[in-house]
């Protein structure tokens, strides 16, 4: 194949052949970022809970009127749930993975600092590893003794009475990292709130975070704390996946039967939490999607419509061609050769503005650098879509018989 | 003249009806996705407060100098937040339409039914123009008046969630709260008011907060019964005194600004009067560094304080790029197009048309594409937009409103930019001379 010719054609249409290389490397550059961005907001939806995910049920409840004696109710309640058949284990938490705010506090690895050393979520209750599922991977579980009401240390808090606190900790893997990277964590100390010391007595191997997952996922903390039923704590039941509906729909009733005075406020499967959880990423993702389609179909659009047009201008010289001896294959290899050429160009060019993009990003927003792995991927999408998009209009100039070239315009 | 150019651009685009309705349909389906695309995503990235976000202000001053913000900060900024000395200097001298010092309280509220525990809220001490300058929503009572703050009033504006806990629900205006022991007058229920992102305070909540905005208190009362700040405290160096005093006198920074200002002059009037106050201040020796103020609007502070996911604005970027590329792709084919009518030009010249008439031939045509497909255009984004309805959850689609000054400026855009691409074509054919063209045929 004479490439020579090719290049004669196109420099008598520079411009327009510059607009139609700038269209091709707008999409590429434009496809690259939008697919980066579309694999982060997944890379961010496929955060690892670490639990049990789809065996749980969570319940969160509000009360009407005085409730004495919360603890002792509270405690009631998860016996009552427990007893509930295909119930596992139930517990109480102060907040869930996902389940979108948390309380969370600093850490200092010396209390003299003047920064934190990092931000991690707490997580108060009873049970928590075997209901929720959670893998212990190095140290100890709590032992019952350790565990305090969280209104005594409430009251412990205000008098100054640091014994009633707990000290003993239970930290992510990866929070042991970011403290003391390298080293066995057990039996180190942290601060908390500068003057409090936490032993850390175990790891376990991942708890993410309710939220801010950006500002570390999986940094969490677990407390040897027992909570009473208040504003904003969950019931957590764990059961086999298919019993789910039925569970909860028989917690509720149970509950509703020891005590009618209170207001579902929220319940579901945990599945459910994750999925709304990530409800804005997923409609971010979905738009990003439709936009990179609708800018692929324009370009492909773009390329028919040129190529047509230059199918039609140039149906005389077709006709001189196919006179002078050149097969339909030819002529359908000149119009394929014609548009390689042209999106390689583009290609090269988008590439390039793909790296310039997301230089800018990296230096405005703080994004991680574009895979080079996005770049041959990118490459063979984009000559793809061109050879589609030129089909069409080469085999209409193959199918130019040679007769047109014996006529008069 | 202009009739007669119409109706040749009609001729001309008749003449290949299907290149024509290609290139009306990409200017359509441009103006459409990206119009579409970005109300989603400027739905999603979430202004707070959009109708009033370009008014309102954070102040900075740069009480620690270079050595303060050595580590890390970017642009050499001054402190987020102020100390407050001088929060309560600027609330004394009162140069904006509405402005509020605040910071975050976390008391706890020992409800009115004796049978019930003291509960830990959460809240902010504010000075009574907060609410009018954020249109906080009241579902009873109001806000305390401004002698609320000069007389330090004990007090108190609860959250619907709160007024549900304690109240029952029921109107709670003039009951009595007992927060941190002492008794509070409930002035006014806010209409279940929790902001996300809680940007009046993002110093102190990182922007999303756990906690609810449970309650109100003026800033003068809370500072007058030492409730101590349940925020961020930064210090620069470590404060002389103890306590919360002790950190009232110290150069720490933990209290929240924000100033609205109506207009352009306003906002450099207050610049100025920022200005003014550094200087007045340095030459009574507190500071010996340049003056380093800075006075965002809301959005520019979000973003400077990193609330505003980033990517959310990077895919604004990418509605917008679809729209560019569908333009060049317009313009490449009316370029093909009109390159190819050189002849015609030849003839028209020969036959005694000026250059510029010329000109306004292929404008007018070009115009009438661009015209056309935007207007095809704006159908369609009404159609996406009732489309997103479906597709996306209702919280977000609610949000996605089209914003009718951007959809005008996309049109005149469209129209514009297949305009320039009528023009090189008309230029170049323009240039050469009559003889030659008609010659060549």
Same mark, same amino acid.
């Given at each position: 194949m004479e490439i020579k010719p090719i290049f004669a054609t196109l420099g008598r249409h520079k411009f327009t052949v510059c607009l139609l290389i700038a269209q091709i490397a707008l999409t590429c550059a434009i496809v690259c970022n939008a697919i980066f961005l579309i694999s982060q907001r997944l890379d961010r939806m496929a955060v690892s809970s670490g639990m049990a995910e789809h065996e749980l049920v969570y319940m969160q409840l509000a009360f009407i009127g005085a409730r004495p004696n919360a603890m002792a109710r509270t405690q009631a309640d998860l016996s009552a749930l427990r007893e509930v058949p295909g119930v596992q284990s139930a517990m109480i938490i102060n907040h869930l993975p996902l389940s979108g705010s948390s309380s969370n506090s600093s850490l200092w690895l010396d209390p003299a600092q003047r920064m934190e050393t990092m931000s991690a979520t707490q997580y108060f209750g009873e049970n928590l590893l075997s209901t929720l599922g959670v893998q212990l991977e190095a140290g100890r579980e709590f032992s019952p003794e350790e565990y305090r009401d969280l209104d005594k240390i409430d009251k412990a808090l205000q008098t100054g009475d640091m014994k009633e606190i707990p000290s003993a900790v239970l930290i992510t893997r990866t929070v042991a990292d970011r403290l003391w990277p390298g080293q066995s964590p057990l039996g180190k100390q942290v601060f908390i709130g500068r003057n409090f010391a936490l032993t850390v007595v175990g790891v376990v191997k991942g708890l993410a975070r309710p939220n801010q997952l950006e500002r570390g996922a999986q940094y969490s903390l677990i407390h040897p704390v027992r909570l009473s039923m208040s504003a904003g704590s969950y019931y957590v039941l764990r059961c086999a996946a298919q019993d789910r509906e039925r569970v909860l729909k028989a917690a509720l009733a149970k509950l509703n039967a020891l005590d009618p005075n209170r207001i579902v406020l929220d319940k579901g499967s945990w599945d459910e939490m994750r999925y709304n959880f990530f409800r804005n990423d997923r409609a971010m993702a979905?738009?990003?999607?439709?936009?990179c389609l609708a800018l692929l179909v324009v370009t492909a659009l773009g390329i028919v419509g040129l190529a047509s047009f230059w199918v039609s201008q140039r149906n005389r010289s077709i006709g001189v061609r196919r006179a002078l001896g050149a097969t339909r294959g030819h002529i359908l290899n000149y119009?394929?050769?014609? *548009?390689?050429?042209?999106?390689?160009?583009?290609?090269?060019?988008?590439?390039?503005?793909?790296?310039?993009? *997301?230089?800018?990003?990296i230096v405005h927003y703080e994004l991680p650098r574009l895979p080079l792995a996005y770049f041959p991927v990118g490459a063979v999408l984009l000559w793809c879509l061109g050879q589609a998009a030129v089909l069409g209009p080469a085999l209409r100039a193959a199918a130019v018989p040679p007769v047109v070239a014996t006529r008069s315009v | 003249?202009?009739?007669?150019?119409?109706?040749?651009?009609?001729?001309?685009?008749?003449?290949?009806?299907?290149?024509?309705?290609?290139?009306?349909?990409?200017?359509?389906?441009?103006?459409? @996705?990206?119009?579409?695309?970005?109300?989603?995503?400027?739905?999603?990235?979430?202004?707070?407060?959009?109708?009033? %976000?370009?008014?309102?202000?954070?102040?900075?001053?740069?009480?620690?100098?270079?050595? =303060?913000?050595?580590?890390?900060?970017?642009?050499?900024?001054?402190?987020?937040?102020?100390?407050?000395?001088? @929060?309560?200097?600027?609330?004394?001298?009162?140069?904006?339409?509405?402005?509020?010092?605040?910071?975050?309280?976390?008391?706890?509220?020992?409800?009115?039914?004796?049978?019930?525990?003291?509960?830990?809220?959460? =809240?902010? @001490?504010?000075?009574?123009?907060?609410?009018?300058?954020?249109?906080?929503?009241?579902?009873?009572?109001g806000a305390w008046g401004a002698d609320g703050d000069a007389k330090h009033a004990a007090a108190v504006v609860i959250n619907s969630k709160l007024n549900q806990k304690l109240f029952g629900g029921a109107n709670s205006v =003039?009951?009595?709260?007992?927060?941190?022991?002492?008794?509070?007058?409930?002035?006014?229920?806010?209409?279940?008011?929790?902001?996300?992102?809680?940007?009046?305070?993002?110093?102190?909540?990182?922007?999303?907060?756990?906690?609810?905005?449970?309650?109100?208190?003026?800033?003068?009362?809370?500072?007058?019964?030492?409730?101590?700040?349940?925020?961020?405290?930064?210090?620069?160096?470590?404060?002389?005194? %103890?306590?919360?005093?002790?950190?009232?006198?110290?150069?720490?920074?933990?209290?929240?600004?924000?100033?609205?200002?109506?207009?352009?002059?306003?906002?450099?009037?207050?610049?100025?009067?920022?200005?003014?106050?550094?200087?007045?201040?340095?030459?009574?020796g507190r500071f010996n560094w340049a003056l380093n103020n800075r006075l965002r609007d809301l959005p520019a502070w979000l973003e400077s304080e990193h609330v505003v996911p980033s990517d959310t604005k990077i895919s604004l970027l990418v509605a917008l790029g679809l729209l560019v590329a569908c333009l060049v792709n317009t313009a490449g084919l009316l370029l093909a197009k009109f390159l190819r009518r050189s002849s015609e030009i030849g003839v028209r010249r020969a036959l005694g048309a000026p250059r510029m008439a010329i000109y306004v031939q292929f404008l007018v045509e070009a115009g009438m594409v661009g015209l056309t497909g935007g207007v095809l255009g704006l159908l369609l984004t009404w159609v996406g937009i009732h489309g997103v309805n479906w597709?996306?959850?209702?919280?977000?689609?609610?949000?996605?409103?089209?914003?009718?000054?951007?959809?005008?400026?996309?049109?005149?855009?469209?129209?514009?930019?297949?305009?320039?691409?009528?023009?090189?074509?008309?230029?170049?054919?323009?240039?050469?001379q009559p003889a030659l063209q008609l010659k060549t045929n």
């Open positions: 979905g738009i990003l999607v439709g936009v119009f394929q050769t014609e *548009n390689f050429l042209l999106t390689s160009m583009g290609i090269v060019l988008g590439m390039l503005l793909a790296y310039a993009i *997301n230089l800018f990003l | 003249m202009l009739g007669y150019y119409l109706d040749l651009a009609v001729r001309s685009l008749k003449r290949s009806p299907g290149l024509t309705a290609l290139m009306i349909l990409i200017v359509g389906f441009g103006v459409a @996705a990206s119009m579409t695309s970005y109300s989603v995503f400027r739905a999603v990235s979430g202004d707070p407060i959009p109708w009033k %976000s370009s008014r309102l202000f954070v102040p900075q001053i740069d009480i620690w100098g270079p050595r =303060g913000h050595a580590d890390g900060s970017s642009d050499n900024d001054p402190p987020d937040a102020m100390d407050y000395t001088d @929060a309560v200097a600027l609330m004394r001298d009162h140069r904006g339409k509405y402005q509020s010092a605040m910071y975050r309280v976390s008391p706890s509220v020992v409800p009115p039914d004796p049978h019930m525990h003291p509960i830990n809220v959460g =809240g902010h @001490a504010v000075y009574s123009e907060f609410f009018a300058m954020l249109d906080v929503p009241f579902q009873f009572g =003039g009951k009595t709260l007992n927060i941190d022991g002492k008794d509070y007058r409930v002035v006014g229920v806010l209409n279940n008011w929790n902001p996300k992102p809680t940007f009046f305070d993002v110093v102190n909540t990182g922007g999303f907060t756990s906690g609810q905005e449970d309650m109100f208190l003026p800033f003068t009362r809370a500072i007058d019964v030492g409730m101590s700040n349940d925020g961020n405290t930064n210090c620069s160096e470590v404060p002389k005194g %103890s306590g919360f005093v002790g950190l009232q006198q110290s150069s720490c920074v933990w209290i929240a600004y924000m100033v609205q200002l109506e207009d352009k002059a306003a906002v450099s009037a207050y610049k100025d009067y920022l200005d003014g106050y550094f200087r007045d201040q340095k030459a009574s597709v996306l959850p209702k919280e977000i689609a609610s949000l996605a409103h089209v914003d009718l000054s951007l959809l005008a400026l996309t049109l005149v855009i469209a129209v514009v930019a297949t305009m320039l691409a009528g023009l090189y074509p008309t230029f170049r054919a323009s240039r050469v």
